[in-house]
């Protein structure tokens, strides 16, 4: 008899002090490396080729290589720009639609290797990729599908070497973290001399998924970008804007590269399958290439603050281009106001006012999911309330009156991404109220960042108030 009961009282402590498993996930849920990916937040884009040195935006394919011919190209200033602007890594246009490749392959002849520069013997693809080494940044490549060169474009044999072209740079190049897989195609072109239009089938032409499991094969950690994913999506539009509700998921069946409904690009898929996270791109200046007559048209830090809040801030990555002009070179008001926009966010970004603020939860659960693991600053912990619990609050209260003006908030997404809804309020003086950020609260998922009126508080309450499942949450932080 006693035996059995010290039995029972061993196997309720064991109950006790039992380590609470982890919520399970809810589905879709990203890769590792589309966490990784989405980790970066911010990156540069490069759009350089034949077309910054003939003003255009859109080559036909018929311009005379030689034409191409930086006369003081630094691929170390492109590089050192872009780490002092914070951004972690940068994609290139290795072939834009005019189909000219900045390296020298032997798969056409229309590339570097027939151009002014260093007499033939360049490689910009190889020189950006020494250079990011160089200042530890992350390496990936734009292959424009549409090819106005290419005499074969429209038939298999042009299909085939797009793929060569797309092996050859995933093998030269050590690795990359993104493939850029565009979906403009207008039609028109040189195509070795007929000058015509030639449309194709977007769906089904390119034969994506062969060169998407060749990026797979070849390079495990890269992550392809199209309209339809599969690593990431395009946002819908190019002015660099995120949905305010943004879900990282697509309906797999539906999307492809081309998808024509970019309302639907732009907040996701309530009900997807895939996990395909959206990416914003946008341009410093209103071209994607270099033209001279833009040279008072590059936007400030204070436009590219506002675009990182309506990016990064609302669930997407931020991938900026500046356009490197006929010298080879980023011009100097495009990477002063590129730092000095990193530096605002900076700032503006700094002190988590909910550091030493007291936190409760209004469930919680258990000992490693408690409720101070969202101002830990740790990504990898996290704050989780019990199964069939979906909706619960956390309310941080300061320890004295606390000017506030922003607030972060992230999802643990390596198990999915929840909440659907959620408010924040403000107490003053014993009332509660929202505060206003003039965008709708919906949904969070990596990270979503709030601005509103600057306002004085006493403590500051964050109700989830639909999720997915048992809610998950990473870090919680409060800004003046
Ligand atoms: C578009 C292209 O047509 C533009 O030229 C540019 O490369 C932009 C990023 O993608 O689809």
Redesign the pocket.
């Known amino acids: 008899m006693k035996k059995l009961s010290i039995l029972f009282l061993a196997l309720g402590l064991a109950a006790c002090t039992k380590e609470v498993p982890a919520p399970e996930p809810v589905y879709p849920i990203p890769a590792q490396k589309q966490v990784k990916w989405q980790q970066m937040e911010t990156y540069a ?1 490069i ?1 350089f080729g034949l077309n910054t040195f003939n003003d255009m ?2 080559g036909y394919g018929d311009t005379d290589p030689m034409t191409f011919n930086p006369t003081h190209l630094d691929a170390e200033q492109w590089a050192r720009t872009f780490a002092e602007a914070g951004l972690k890594g940068v994609i290139l ?1 290795a072939k ?2 005019d189909g000219f490749c900045l390296w020298p392959t032997e798969l056409t002849d229309y590339n570097i290797s027939h151009s002014a520069y260093k007499d033939g013997k360049g490689d910009v693809v190889g020189e950006l990729a020494a250079a990011c080494k160089k200042y530890g940044l992350k390496f990936g490549v ?1 292959l ?1 599908p549409w090819d106005r060169n290419r005499a074969d474009y429209g038939e298999q044999s042009y299909v085939e070497y797009y793929h060569a072209q797309l092996q050859d740079l995933l093998t030269r190049y050590g690795d990359l973290f993104e493939i850029w897989f ?3 195609n207008g039609g028109d072109g040189y195509y070795g001399g007929a000058r015509e239009r030639r449309n194709i089938d977007r769906r089904n032409y390119y034969d994506f998924p062969k060169a998407w499991a060749m990026v797979e094969q070849l390079q495990p950690d890269a992550i392809c970008f199209s309209d339809a994913g599969p690593g990431c999506r395009w946002v819908g539009n ?1 002015r660099g804007i995120a949905g305010t509700t943004n879900w990282s998921f697509l309906r797999s069946a539906d999307v492809y590269p081309g998808y024509p409904n970019m309302d639907e690009l732009n907040v996701g898929h309530t009900d997807g399958d895939a996990w395909v996270a959206a990416e914003c ?1 946008v341009s410093i200046r209103p071209g ?1 290439f270099y033209h001279e007559s833009e040279d008072d048209q590059v936007k400030t830090a204070d436009d590219l603050t506002e675009l990182y809040y309506q990016s990064v801030g609302r669930n997407a990555t931020l991938l900026l ?1 500046f356009p490197v002009n006929k010298e080879g070179l980023i011009s100097k008001t495009d990477s002063l106001n590129a730092v000095h926009f990193h530096q605002r966010i900076q700032r503006e970004l700094n002190q988590n006012l909910l550091v030493g603020a007291k936190v409760e939860a209004s469930e919680t659960r258990g000992k490693t999911f408690n409720a101070n693991k969202v101002t830990d600053g740790a990504f990898d912990s996290y704050w989780a309330t019990s199964d069939g619990v979906s909706s619960a609050s956390l309310t941080f209260t300061f320890r004295e009156p606390t000017v506030l003006s922003k607030v972060l908030l992230q999802e643990y997404i390596p198990l999915g991404q929840r909440v659907s809804r959620f408010s924040v309020e403000v107490q003053k003086g014993g009332e509660w109220q929202a505060v206003d950020a003039g965008e709708e609260t919906t949904t969070i998922g990596y990270k979503r960042i709030l601005r509103f009126p600057e306002t004085t508080a006493d403590a500051l309450r964050i109700t989830f108030i639909e999720s997915r499942g048992p809610l998950c949450i990473s870090e919680v932080a409060a800004y003046k």
């Open positions: 884009f759009h935006e859109w246009t834009h639609h734009y424009s565009d979906g403009a190019e791109d994607w281009n």
